[in-house]
């Protein structure tokens, strides 16, 4: 847990580097690009009471859907994130992607009835080998429950493994593993995946898309938006902190602040 939280907190805060950069979309210019949406998504992981920084305390949680919905942000799918960003369709004008890692049970037992209070959706990456199997984890039952409740379920590999550690045929087995599993568990497709603890490369983006992904989300720091990397898209992690509101309200007013005058990640 320490381990991962490191790696979470260093790239959260945009001091970890891969190999993929955001590129210039081809057929825009970079003001095009600067002008255009910006999808504000959000990287939680449990919601509950723990001093562990990678655990939103439920009341803090409540606040910060709370202050999505009154300050007019529209939550929207992965699918809908992808289609806006590809300019199939046109997204909303404060677009939200709020994301959950891992597949915790407390994001069925505390933050699935805020979000259904406020009628926010929300996407969970989760990881099918402790799906019903590890305690504190969801079940398959709690994940079909979920998606008729406005959750979108998506893949965060099979077993949380650290893909650039792996070699090729396990990085492959880790990615179509789990989608196959959970396309047959939930019966649906499964386009979307997270990496574990946000770490890739080019390459195990290209396995991932050859094994049939539509988009990758990393925890690098940042809106998405057309200039993106599909397969390297950027999220806001949020994290418990000794001032949790102060932080939150910062760390994603600043980033919508900072990109609205032109800047772009390269």
Not at 26 to 31: A, G, I, K, L, Y
Not at 69 to 75: A, E
């Amino acid at each position: 847990m320490i381990k991962k939280f490191l790696a979470v907190a260093l790239i959260g805060l945009g001091l970890f580097s891969t190999s993929i950069t955001k590129a210039d979309a081809p057929t825009e210019t970079v003001d095009q690009i600067a002008n255009g949406a910006k999808v504000l998504v959000l990287n939680y992981h449990q919601v509950g009471i723990s001093f562990n920084p990678l655990t939103m305390p439920p009341q803090f949680f409540d606040e910060q859907m709370a202050y999505l919905v009154n300050s007019g942000y529209t939550s929207i799918t992965p699918q809908e994130l992808y289609d806006g960003i590809s300019g199939v369709t046109v997204l909303p004008e404060k677009p939200v992607l709020i994301t959950f890692d891992d597949g915790y049970l407390d994001n069925y037992t505390n933050a699935f009835p805020i979000l259904q209070k406020y009628g926010l959706k929300a996407t969970i990456f989760v990881v099918p080998a402790f799906t019903g199997v590890n305690y504190g984890y969801l079940t398959w039952d709690q994940l079909l429950e979920m998606e008729q409740g406005g959750i979108t379920i998506q893949s965060h590999t099979m077993n949380h493994r650290a893909l650039e550690e792996l070699p090729d045929d396990e990085i492959r087995a880790e990615l179509l593993d789990s989608k196959q599993t959970l396309e047959e568990n939930l019966g649906h497709p499964v386009d979307f995946l997270a990496y574990p603890t946000g770490t890739y490369n080019l390459h195990i983006a290209s396995i991932a898309q050859d094994v049939g992904y539509k988009g990758a989300y990393t925890i690098k720091y940042g809106n998405v938006d057309r200039g993106s990397n599909v397969f390297a898209l950027e999220r806001v992690p949020i994290f418990q902190q000794t001032n949790t509101m102060k932080a939150f309200y910062e760390r994603i007013e600043y980033r919508q602040s900072f990109e609205s005058f032109g800047w772009i990640k390269r």
